[in-house]
């Protein structure tokens, strides 16, 4: 274990600490979920079995639809009463044994139907602990070091989310092109086994850096119930986080999952198309995230997110335009355009905004709660609305670009809500919290 003195939260320990383990989570739901298109069927769910219908679906939502919102409120409540840090390796080991546990998992045709049921519990377990994984990280990346470069520190793990994305996506195709009965019996399990090496890297990296600078400050101001707390003090706070969020996710979802069947059974164009394009789109992202690091530490948060809100609404047309072409090359450069200036810009500005917004003693609690359950009720059957709006329009793509209008117009006016919270100290100290053109300040 590392001594007090080895645990000091240098700028490349805490970039290391936290965007290792958003690798991981996003590696981990991206490689289940093309598991689950491609192998998990002949694997633990056999057509001729009875039944396996429906343990497939709850393995694929339970994450999603469950464990998730669920895992994330448990953990932010420890993460408030205890720490930070501590959730952090709690989330890491629960999400990257799951993942290795998946890869070592024995078919149905060695244990029976013992296998889809340990399938379902290690993904449920992902999720319990991808719950919290993410504000876990951009809490400790904010709570640590100077507030002129919160925006770029909050911003990073988001780097992370992106990388895993696209890692998933190559290391599971790479496999993929071998001979399909070697790839069937080992090829698929290596890319969920390799994610011990992530474990390891980030396990080392998080149990050697302190508690947050933030939460030590302010120690004394802890609350038995945190969340019972945020609910009675900033319900309004809250209520504009949940709805700035939700449709934030719901154009992300538009863009990386629903862009996949889109190109594949609207357009007719081989699957390989639209997973370049998030591939693409995910690299572009992770170039971005410094970019609009800088921006929101120099303009502010809002400003920020109303570009990316803007963007989506302009971009919205010539992006489905641009799909209906059915020329590839110009498919990958939309997807790239709405992920690298849109949802990237409205990602950024989100995690140092709603870190921002709620004090020290309920910050965790708040964000995940904003997240989560904005991205369960929104994110999930987002996909399905579309698909069901351009089957109505007899497979015209216009509802698909006034669907992208709406949602951004959406979380656009509920930001207008939040104040600019750029020069807020995180250990509850207010500097400044001025919405344009009011004249005065708030307290976070």
């Not at 998730?68 to 720490?83: A, E, K, N, Q």
């Not at 296998?115 to 319990?128: E, S, T």
């Not at 850096?209 to 119930?225: G, H, K, M, P």
């Not at 699957?271 to 998030?278: C, D, E, I, M, R």
Request: charged share 15%.
């Amino acid at each position: 274990m590392a001594t007090d003195v080895d645990r000091v939260n240098t700028g490349p320990r805490v970039v290391t600490a936290t965007v290792v383990g958003t690798v991981i989570e996003s590696y981990d739901l991206a490689l289940f979920g093309l598991g689950a298109a491609l192998v998990f069927g002949e694997q633990f769910f056999p057509e001729t079995r009875p039944g396996t219908a429906m343990l497939a679906s709850l393995a694929t939502f339970a994450v999603g639809l469950l464990a998730r919102p669920i895992g994330g409120i448990v953990m932010s409540h420890l993460g408030d009463r205890l720490g930070r840090v501590p959730v952090l390796v709690l989330t890491l080991l629960l999400m990257g044994t799951a993942t290795v546990g998946i890869g070592l998992l024995p078919g149905y045709e060695t244990i029976g139907v013992a296998a889809p049921i340990l399938l379902v519990v290690l993904r449920v377990a992902q999720g319990f602990g991808a719950g919290a994984e993410y504000v876990g990280a951009i809490l400790v990346a904010a709570e640590s070091g100077p507030r002129e470069r919160r925006g770029m520190r909050a911003g990073q793990p988001s780097i992370g989310y992106f990388a895993g994305i696209v890692l998933a996506t190559v290391m599971f195709a790479g496999f993929a092109t071998l001979p399909p009965d070697q790839f069937a019996a080992w090829g698929w399990r290596v890319p969920f086994l390799l994610s011990v090496l992530t474990l390891a890297v980030g396990l080392y990296t998080r149990t050697r850096i302190s508690e947050t600078e933030a939460f030590q400050a302010s120690s004394e101001r802890r609350v038995r119930l945190p969340l019972c707390d945020l609910i009675r003090r900033r319900p309004g706070r809250l209520l504009v986080a949940f709805a700035a969020n939700g449709p934030f996710v719901a154009v992300y979802y538009l863009v990386s999952v629903y862009l996949l069947s889109y190109v594949s059974r609207t357009l007719g164009l081989p699957p390989a198309v639209g997973l370049t394009a998030n591939v693409v789109a995910g690299t572009a992202a992770v170039l971005a995230v410094p970019l609009f690091g800088r921006l929101v530490d120099r303009v502010g948060r809002r400003p920020v997110w109303f570009f990316g809100c803007l963007f989506l609404m302009a971009f919205a047309g010539p992006m489905v335009l641009l799909l209906d072409t059915g020329r590839p090359v110009l498919i990958v450069a939309a997807a790239t355009m709405a992920m690298a200036f849109g949802l990237v810009a409205m990602g950024v500005a989100q995690a140092s905004l709603f870190i921002e917004m709620f004090e020290t003693r309920h910050r965790f609690s708040g964000v995940v709660v904003a997240r989560e359950t904005s991205a369960a009720l929104f994110g999930g059957p987002t996909p399905f609305v579309a698909a069901a709006l351009v089957q109505a329009a007899g497979g015209a793509s216009w509802p698909l670009a006034v669907l992208i209008v709406v949602l951004a117009a959406a979380s656009l006016v509920a930001v207008l809500f939040a104040p600019e919270t750029r020069a807020v100290d995180l250990a509850g100290q207010v500097v400044a919290s001025r919405r344009p053109g009011s004249g005065t300040s708030s307290s976070t």
